[in-house]
């Protein structure tokens, strides 16, 4: 407190004057009817109280004593007389705080609308005594006092029975110390935190200031800057303090990446397991417990009707693999590029090699150049995608720091807007490799399936794709849709609309002859070439005998004559 007892009575005795009159006239007429309210006298006898104070508790402490509200809800209006003798406040006296209650008139019909509704207005009264002057060294006290939805003081300090701060806070812990505002619901100011869910998480024993490390009950500085998703991103990053090794390889991932470009919707740790009801393994490894579906609702649902969804969620069967077994949990890569995927598939399907030599022919090829779900997911709509690669490392070319990036020269060379077309290729490809370039740029083709969500509605292996007609005829769809691919500096793929005459085109032979057989696509030119190619193969080595053949017989004649 500011004031001393005598300067507060001396700074209110014109205003409470008239109440003082009151009460005490009131008193001397409702004491000696007290024990027919049921008020023992002990209990209002206490010297440490005035006899205005007395007056009023002689209601007041009874029990059962409550007020319906307007929302519903009853508000007890008990008051301790002992424990407001022993709090900090009793000097005040009752009308100290409650300084529009007139006992002559009192209890009339007040209409309250709501607990918080009464707490805030009583709140009010605190701001006589506790002005935002005092109120400066407690930086947190003095941003809530400011804050249109502010706390009301009485929420965190109760109403009553306020004891001396200093004895407080050394005899609770440090979370009994932050559940005093921050377990209370019903404050869009104060996050509310519910002790009983941190309490059966893993991080039982944990205490706040553990991760919430720049506060305890010593210091709570305000955040500078943007609060809400700002302040949550920042404050995953004390995961790494015990978890190091799950951060590294959280770090490394398209969810991290996309974080440091700045995207604010890319997950964190707290997305996936949650700030304060961490939950063991186990939980995130069952079909309600999956995190992902809460960011890709309509890729999990596809997976929910696949097989593997089917497998897990309604035959039980936990060794059917969930997200995490392909996409990995804290290093998750970029789906559509790379083998990531396809190894996945392998791994757990150890004998898929061995089984697709028994029908397929050149199934190395198949495997090497065909997406997995574009057989097994047989209702996807497939395409051809031609990707830029370094060819002596045979990883996605990117832009180099400094250099106009791929994305400028796709769009720079697709003049008309309407699809990169062979001839476009062809330059956009020789530009990149123009002399002194640092890498040889190649395109290698993949036939994949169009969208995420379609290459998690996996079949049946008895439903997938066996007919060699599908692809192999002339006009086939996959072969329709061509586009080009290029790596974003985030390692998420972009993709450019190419008209499907490219794989015609001799720029990009080399792309699709992974997948390419002699008369399997009916595409003439690169069968032409194909045949060109190898008679030429066959040509060379016969020319080259012939030759050495006819030059020994003009040697030997020459010698003979």
Known sequence: MTRSAHEFTKAGAGRHAGTLVAALAAFAVLLPAAPALGVAASDIADDRLSDEDRLCLACHEQGGLDKVLGDGTTLSLHVGGAAFADSVHAWVGCTGCHDVIDPATHPGHREIESAR???EQHSQACIGCHAA??????????????????????????????GPIGDWKAAVGDTAYCQACHGHAGSA??????????????????????????????????????????ASIELAGACRQCHEDKYALYDGSIHARLVAAGDLTAPVCTDCHGAHAVGPKAVYETIAGVPCRNCHADIFD????SMHGKARDGAGHFDAPICADCHRAHDIGVASTGTRLRDACLACHD?????????????????????????????????????????????????????ETLEDRFRTADRDGDGVDAIELWS???????????????????????????????????????????????????????????VRPDG????FAADSEVLESPVSVGSVGGFYAIGGTRIRLLDALFVLALVAGIAVPFGHMAMRRLLGKRKSSGDGR
């Open 492 to 495: 998420r793929p972009l993709r």
């Open 302 to 305: 596809a997976y929910l009707g």
């Open 133 to 162: 002057d005092s109120m400066a060294e407690g930086p947190a006290h003095h941003a809530r006092l400011a804050e249109t939805d502010r706390v009301p003081c009485a929420q965190c300090h109760d109403a009553h029975a306020i």
């Open 351 to 403: 004998g898929a090699r061995e089984s697709h030599r028994t029908w397929l022919p050149n199934a190395a090829l198949h495997l090497e150049a065909i997406a997995c779900p574009a057989c097994h997911a047989p209702a996807a709509r497939r395409r051809i995608d031609l990707a830029l690669f370094d060819a002596e490392s045979r990883n996605p070319l990117a832009s180099a720091p400094g250099q």
């Open 189 to 230: 100011a104060l996050p509310f935190i519910d002790e009983a869910t941190l309490r059966r998480s893993v991080h039982r024993d944990h205490e706040c200031a553990w991760c919430h490390t720049t506060h305890s009950k010593d210091a709570h500085p305000q955040r500078a800057g943007a609060g809400g998703r700002t």
């Open 428 to 486: 956009l490809v020789r530009e990149i490799n123009r002399d002194g370039a640092a890498v040889e740029a190649v395109l290698r083709g993949r036939m994949e399936v169009q969208s995420g969500v379609e290459a998690h509605r996996l079949a049946d292996r008895s439903s997938a794709v066996r007919a060699c007609e599908s692809c192999h005829r002339d006009g086939a769809d996959p072969f329709r849709s061509v586009t080009i691919s290029i």
């Open 117 to 119: 509704t009464h707490a």
